[in-house]
């Protein structure tokens, strides 16, 4: 039997913040996750986001629905309220949390399978209505969980690992958050730890719907050639006994590089992804100029990291809904149910 759990002992020298915690009270069980994957490493970006904004972890309620993007909460804060909805639920159900306890910070992690393609429409609908929280997508652009079928995000003409050609569309959830209303909007890259941190601390202290899209390539159906989101990991199995998936050890792919630059980051298949980080000088405010830049370097074949858009006064559901300062869980009966009166006057109101 395999346990999963961390020790509880801390070293007594580990520094720590100004809430009392150490880096080490932000960490969850220990993954389960294919070695380097670029999901481990956006955990890793989210204890060390909370620990430097001094958050204490039971003030966070993390929210996932299904894929491998989905059993990161597991790993990291794990002090934290937390709860896995069915697939594509994720922000409905975050919504109605919301609702009820305003007082908490929502951290909602998702797939581009999970949001993309089942829960477009609940990510959608988060988005437009500004819920408050931090939205992260851990992007690879396949199914990890049920055998590298194409995502919604795989991009047109990449090819799967039987060599078929994927020629739909690829949805950019980006583009969508922006349309939609969002006022926070990122992408980042999973190896680039010095830029995510920031784009998640930003995340977590807005005040409306703040939206991450993470380009983090599956380790494990992306290993071929023609994949635009690929490590080269070898797939093992022995059929006498029964199928089994090995990977492969690798290091992590890590990109550092400055501000308006763009880096070709090479996979281990030898293919190139290129990124461009925004320059110092751009304008985050101006939402449709936003959209059109990321357009403009899509056709390049490069991918915009970064903050793209940020709306500095931005207002959320709660505002828009006029609810009370109060959190809806601790009314009583006599606030919730004032009586036939009330009612009355309610539904007077209304004609």
């Not at 520094?15 to 380097?36: F, K, M, P, Q």
């Not at 594509?88 to 109605?96: C, H, Q």
């Not at 819920?131 to 990890?144: F, K, L, S, T």
């Not at 989101?229 to 090995?246: G, L």
Request: aromatic share 6%.
């Amino acid at each position: 039997m395999t346990y999963l759990a961390k020790p509880a002992l801390h070293h007594p020298t580990l520094t720590h913040n100004r809430v009392g915690y150490t880096r080490r009270d932000y960490e969850g069980r220990i993954s389960t996750l294919c070695a380097g994957c670029g999901h481990d490493s956006i955990s890793a970006a989210i204890v060390q986001a909370c620990w430097e904004l001094d958050i204490e972890p039971h003030r966070v309620a993390k929210l996932s629905g299904i894929g491998c993007s989905s059993k990161t909460p597991d790993y990291f804060l794990g002090a934290a309220h937390g709860f896995n909805t069915v697939h594509g639920r994720m922000p409905s159900v975050l919504t109605g949390a919301n609702l009820a306890n305003r007082d908490l910070l929502y951290l909602g992690v998702s797939g581009d399978g999970d949001s993309a393609s089942i829960g477009l429409g609940q990510f959608a609908n988060a988005m437009r209505r500004g819920v408050r929280m931090a939205y992260i997508v851990e992007n690879n652009g396949v199914y990890g969980l049920t055998k590298g079928q194409f995502s919604a995000t795989a991009d047109r003409g990449s090819k799967s690992k039987k060599g078929v050609v994927n020629n739909d569309s690829p949805i950019d959830l980006v583009g969508l958050a922006l349309q939609l209303g969002a006022t926070y909007v990122a992408r980042g890259f999973s190896g680039d730890k010095a830029q995510l941190v920031p784009l998640i601390k930003g995340a977590l202290g807005h005040g409306g719907a703040a939206f991450i899209d993470v380009i983090s390539p599956c380790v494990a159906f992306n290993n071929h050639g023609g994949s635009t989101k690929s490590y080269d990991y070898v797939r093992q199995h022995n059929e006498a006994v029964s199928r089994i998936d090995f990977i492969t050890t690798r290091d992590e792919i890590t990109a550092d590089y400055p501000p308006g630059e763009v880096v070709e980051v090479e996979q281990h298949d030898g293919r190139h992804l290129r990124l461009r980080k925004l320059r110092q000088d751009y304008d985050p405010t101006d939402r449709y100029a936003a959209l059109s830049y990321m357009n403009d370097h899509q056709a390049r074949g490069e991918v915009v990291t970064g903050l793209l858009y940020l709306e500095p006064l931005a207002t959320d559901m709660h505002s828009a809904l006029h609810t009370t300062d109060t959190p809806l869980n601790t009314l009583g009966v006599k606030q919730l149910c004032p009586g036939a009166k009330a009612l009355d006057k309610l539904n007077a109101s209304l004609r």
